[in-house]
C-alpha cells in the first residue's frame, strides 16, 4: 500500500516537473530549469544502501579521490596553460550546474561540478541554435562534429574523458562517489519522465555503468536502463569492476563523441 502510494506520488510530482518544463517552450536553459527545480519534490525516496557497503564506498572515494588530485595536480596545471593558450580570455576550469541524490524529504539536491574546459564559453548560448542537430535521444544533447568544442585539445580531453577528472574535488567533498549514474543537467532532469527520476536515489559518479558499456553509442533509454540495474545491484565488486572498465575507456577513447 505505502510503496503504491509513493509511486503515484512520484507519477505525479516528475509529471508537474515536466510538464511545467514544456510550459517553459520548446528549449529550456539550464539557469530556468534550475529555478524550476529548487526547492521542488522529485517524488523519489534515496536509497543509502548498507552500512558497510556505505562506509567502505566512502573511504575508497576519500583515499582514491585525495591520492588522484595530489598527483594530477602538475599535469592539471599544464592543461590548464594549453587551455588558456587554444581559448583565450576563458578560465580553464569551470563549474555547472548538475542534480545530484535527491535530500531526505524528496526534493531536489542542485550542485556544482568542476570541469576543464573542453568548449567555447559561450557553449550554452549556442546551444539553442543546434538542437535542430541533436543526434542523441531524450533530454540529452549529442553531437559528432560539435562547432563548441575547441578545436584539439577540446576534443582530445572529451574523448579521454579528462575534462571530468577536477570532479574528483567533487567526490572529495562528498558530494558525488567515483562510481554511479552520471548527474544530469537540471534542463534534462526537467524533461525526466517518473521512471527517469528513480536514477536520482542514490548519489551520482564520476563514472558510471554506461561510461564503460557504450558511451555515446547508447540511447537515452538504455543508459536509465543501465543506471537503474547498477542501483538495484551496487556492491563494491561492481563498483571495482567499473573503476578498472573506466580506466581502460579513458586509454582507449572508445565512445566518445
Known amino acids: 500500500m505505502a510503496q503504491g502510494a509513493r509511486e503515484t506520488r512520484t507519477a505525479a510530482t516528475a509529471n508537474s516537473v515536466t510538464a511545467a518544463a514544456g510550459a517553459a517552450g520548446d528549449y529550456l536553459t539550464n539557469e530556468e530549469a ?13 536509497e543509502l544502501g548498507h552500512r558497510l557497503y556505505r562506509v567502505v564506498k566512502r573511504t575508497v572515494d576519500i583515499v582514491a ?3 588522484a588530485l595530489v598527483l594530477l595536480f ?5 592543461l590548464s596553460v594549453v587551455i588558456c593558450i587554444k581559448s583565450p580570455g576563458a ?3 569551470y563549474s555547472q550546474w548538475r542534480v545530484g541524490r ?7 539536491y542542485l ?18 541554435d543546434l538542437q535542430a542537430q541533436n543526434e542523441a535521444t531524450g533530454p540529452m544533447f549529442k553531437m559528432k562534429h560539435d562547432p563548441r568544442i575547441i578545436p584539439g585539445v577540446g576534443n582530445f580531453i ?24 552520471r548527474p544530469g543537467l537540471p534542463r534534462e532532469v526537467a524533461l525526466y519522465s517518473e521512471h527517469d527520476m528513480k536514477r536520482l536515489a542514490v548519489k551520482p559518479g564520476c563514472s558510471g555503468p ?48
Open 74 to 78: 602538475i599535469p592539471g596545471v599544464i
Open 34 to 46: 534550475y529555478k524550476m527545480l529548487r526547492g521542488a519534490n522529485s517524488g523519489v525516496k534515496p
Open 210 to 257: 554506461w561510461q564503460v558499456m557504450g558511451r555515446s553509442y547508447l540511447g537515452f533509454n538504455e543508459m536509465v536502463e543501465l543506471d537503474l540495474r547498477y542501483i538495484e545491484n551496487r556492491s563494491l565488486r561492481q563498483d571495482l569492476r567499473l573503476i578498472f572498465g573506466t580506466l581502460k575507456t579513458m586509454f582507449s577513447g572508445e565512445g566518445a563523441v
Open 158 to 181: 572529451r574523448k579521454h574523458s579528462i575534462d571530468e577528472l577536477p570532479q574528483l574535488i567533487n567526490v572529495f567533498l562528498g558530494q558525488m562517489n567515483l562510481i554511479g549514474p
Open 102 to 108: 535527491v535530500r531526505k524529504d524528496g526534493t531536489f
Open 91 to 93: 578560465s580553464p576550469l
Open 111 to 128: 550542485f556544482k561540478i568542476y570541469k576543464f574546459r573542453s568548449m567555447v564559453p559561450n557553449a550554452d548560448q549556442m546551444l539553442k
Open 65 to 67: 579521490a585525495g591520492g
